[in-house]
């Protein structure tokens, strides 16, 4: 029986067949390179269970039980604006009040408050860097989302002060946060999912409500291809018309 290649084994013996067609033809031992016309194995991404959109009763649940948890409240507003805002966990962690236009309710995205170069994940040894894309977006703040910050903003927070902090006051290791508050919170409410999940959740009830793939990627930093592949397969199928 003949086996199947995997398509990244299948596009690294392309190029390796590319090479040698260039190769032959600089020593004229071929007229013309006849493999370069060939065309790479589109390997398709397996959609993570994990990552898939919450409904919007689920997305309520995970907030209630956040909000009224005895250890882990202090992360709702946390959540609250990964939901809200769709950004990474990294990107949500390093906001500062600084990034906030409380005139025109939206928050600049800038930057990311990640791990380590050496791989700690742990709050102090966390760096500031571009987000994932390079790419500065300003979203606007739902109503929700904007009187809780007003709520939770100090009178005398510094700009450059984050908006977010852990259990013990120090930025949010996300890594500490999924494998703890997040798990617990999920087993209470019965769903199997990791905080990127909630990114996912915008940008496909986004799409569900009418947005267009270029609105959507505007807010979450990406481009509309990125969108429609990685969002579009959760939208709820339309209610197929009758003709007869």
Same mark, same amino acid.
């Given at each position: 029986?003949r086996s199947?290649?995997s398509?990244?084994?299948?596009?690294?013996?392309?190029?390796?067949?590319?090479?040698?067609?260039?190769?032959? /033809?600089?020593? &004229? $031992? !071929?007229?013309? =390179?006849?493999?370069?016309?060939?065309?790479a194995?589109?390997?398709? +991404? *397996?959609?993570?269970?994990k990552?898939?959109p919450?409904?919007v009763e689920?997305?309520?649940?995970?907030?209630?039980?956040?909000?009224f948890?005895?250890?882990?409240?202090?992360y709702?507003?946390?959540?609250?604006?990964?939901i809200?805002?769709?950004?990474?966990?990294?990107?949500?962690?390093?906001?500062?009040?600084?990034?906030?236009?409380?005139q025109?309710?939206?928050v /600049?995205?800038? &930057? $990311? !408050?990640?791990? =380590?170069?050496?791989?700690?994940?742990?709050?102090?040894?966390?760096? +500031? *860097?571009?987000t994932?894309?390079?790419?500065?977006?300003?979203?606007?703040?739902?109503?929700?989302?904007?009187?809780?910050?007003?709520?939770?903003?100090p009178p005398?927070?510094?700009?450059?002060?984050?908006?977010?902090?852990?259990?013990?006051?120090?930025?949010?290791?996300?890594?500490?946060?999924?494998?703890?508050?997040?798990?617990?919170?999920?087993?209470?409410?019965?769903?199997d999912?990791?905080?990127?999940s909630?990114?996912?959740?915008?940008?496909?009830?986004?799409?569900?409500?009418?947005?267009?793939?270029?609105?959507?990627?505007?807010?979450?930093?990406?481009?509309?291809?990125?969108?429609?592949?990685?969002?579009a397969h959760?939208?709820?199928?339309?209610?197929?018309?009758?003709?007869?």
């Amino acid at each position: 029986m003949r086996s199947r290649q995997s398509p990244q084994i299948a596009n690294q013996n392309l190029s390796l067949l590319k090479h040698f067609g260039e190769w032959a /033809t600089e020593r &004229e $031992s !071929l007229p013309t =390179n006849p493999f370069e016309s060939l065309k790479a194995v589109r390997v398709t +991404r *397996k959609v993570n269970p994990k990552r898939q959109p919450l409904t919007v009763e689920q997305t309520r649940a995970v907030l209630n039980a956040f909000k009224f948890h005895p250890a882990y409240h202090c992360y709702h507003d946390y959540v609250m604006a990964l939901i809200y805002l769709g950004a990474r966990p990294s990107e949500v962690a390093g906001l500062r009040w600084g990034d906030i236009d409380w005139q025109n309710q939206s928050v /600049t995205i800038a &930057e $990311s !408050l990640s791990r =380590n170069e050496d791989g700690r994940t742990a709050g102090y040894a966390r760096q +500031r *860097k571009d987000t994932k894309n390079h790419k500065v977006r300003r979203v606007t703040i739902h109503p929700n989302l904007f009187t809780v910050l007003q709520g939770r903003m100090p009178p005398d927070a510094k700009p450059n002060a984050l908006i977010f902090l852990s259990q013990k006051g120090l930025p949010i290791d996300d890594h500490n946060f999924s494998q703890r508050p997040w798990k617990v919170i999920c087993n209470q409410v019965g769903i199997d999912r990791v905080p990127y999940s909630l990114r996912h959740s915008l940008g496909s009830h986004m799409l569900e409500r009418g947005a267009t793939d270029a609105q959507v990627a505007q807010v979450m930093g990406n481009t509309p291809e990125t969108v429609n592949r990685h969002y579009a397969h959760a939208i709820s199928s339309p209610e197929m018309p009758g003709f007869t």
